[in-house]
């Protein structure tokens, strides 16, 4: 039936190395919940033996967080990032695609309505020269627009066109990738010169549409041009203890790893938690469609914040800071999650950071 390009289905050789490193799998332990069961869904769907109305076949292509954790300990170069996309073109089309994700990326394709909530919540905005542009994202600028404005503090020459749309990430991963690459295309013409992202996601998505020397995520622009950080965050008068949660598609699907810890240790104490390499639950729209399966994923990693004995933990991508942010105050933790950008400007002297909270409950799942 040719659903799925032959050359990327058939790459996957069931080796199994992509075992360990799903979050799914993890969870459930069961075959059809990892990335080797999944593609032999796909395959199954590809020859005809399943229909895309089949049971089995809809929940794992909805149960998939899409995080490509899978990606870089494939020894046959599987692009699953890729395969899962095409899969929920097919399961979500039209009234098939869940309605929460039906009503996300209707309304983050209208443009005029970013401006609007622009124009309420006040994101950063600004002329420069044309060789870096910013992106607000859509759902940043909404929930945290004082981090693109921490951006322009940090890098005052970068230009931020108020009139910019939406990336097509959120569409590319619920079922209109036809659609997510349209609206990354027209975004590339609406932000000139590089594009600088505060969201890993988004980095992912564009870079795989505008091409790798278009886009930069914050961190990973940073260090390339030799900003060098200044300052430091300090706690009750001593260095702030920070963890870092990656961002699932700036780690597995651009490899940027390293820049965002650089820059952390440069102005406080970094510390490595268990699991901060694995995906929090967020998973773009995950968290809204999945509630339950995102807090099952989410409740270790807290645990095993809390048992680092942080005061921050930074994220680079906003749906992964919303959902540290609302995991750790419903335990009513002590530790705030930041962006890496509020922290870089904390340290630096600019808008202070809420300091963590003087009470804590026990260490434990919320």
């Not at 869940?98 to 002329?127: E, I, K, N, S």
């Not at 968290?287 to 399966?293: E, H, N």
């Not at 870089?344 to 808008?351: F, Y």
Request: aromatic share 2%; hydrophobic share 40%; with cysteine.
């Amino acid at each position: 039936m040719n659903l799925f390009e032959p050359e990327l289905l058939d790459r996957c050789i069931s080796c199994g190395f992509c075992l360990p490193a799903c979050p799914t799998y993890a969870l459930t332990g069961d075959e059809g919940s990892s990335p080797r069961g999944r593609i032999n869904l796909m395959r199954a769907l590809d020859t005809g033996i399943l229909d895309v109305d089949d049971p089995r076949v809809r929940e794992e292509a909805s149960f998939c967080l899409g995080c490509r954790a899978c990606e870089p300990v494939c020894p046959a170069g599987v692009q699953y990032g890729q395969l899962l996309e095409t899969w929920r073109d097919l399961e979500w089309s039209g009234r098939d695609r869940p309605l929460v994700a039906r009503l996300l990326t209707t309304l983050t394709a209208v443009t005029p309505l970013l401006r609007l909530v622009g124009l309420v919540r006040r994101p950063a905005r600004g002329a420069g020269p044309p060789d870096r542009s910013l992106m607000l994202g859509c759902a940043e600028r909404g929930l945290f627009p004082g981090v693109s404005r921490a951006v322009r503090r940090l890098l005052p020459g970068i230009a931020v066109p108020p009139a910019q749309g939406c990336c097509g990430a959120l569409h590319a991963h619920n079922g209109d990738s036809a659609r997510g690459e349209a609206l990354a295309h027209r975004l590339g013409e609406q932000l000139p010169g590089v594009v600088v992202t505060t969201s890993g996601g988004c980095a992912a998505h564009l870079a795989s549409v505008l091409g790798r020397d278009r886009v930069q995520e914050l961190s990973e622009h940073l260090v390339a041009t030799g900003t060098t950080p200044v300052g430091e965050v300090r706690v009750g008068g001593r260095r702030a203890r920070v963890a870092l949660q990656d961002s699932c598609h700036l780690r597995n699907g651009l490899g940027v790893s390293a820049q965002p810890r650089a820059l952390i240790a440069a102005v406080a104490d970094l510390v490595a938690v268990p699991g901060e390499a694995t995906c929090c639950g967020a998973a773009g729209t995950y968290s809204l469609l999945r509630p339950r399966d995102s807090r099952r994923i989410l409740n270790p990693k807290l645990d095993a914040v809390e048992a680092a004995g942080v005061d921050f933990v930074v994220a680079v991508n906003p749906g992964c800071l919303r959902q540290l942010d609302q995991g750790l105050r419903r335990r009513r933790s002590r530790v705030r999650a930041v962006h890496l950008a509020d922290l870089l400007l904390d340290a630096a002297g600019g808008r202070a950071l809420p300091r963590p909270r003087r009470r804590a409950r026990r260490v434990g799942r919320g």
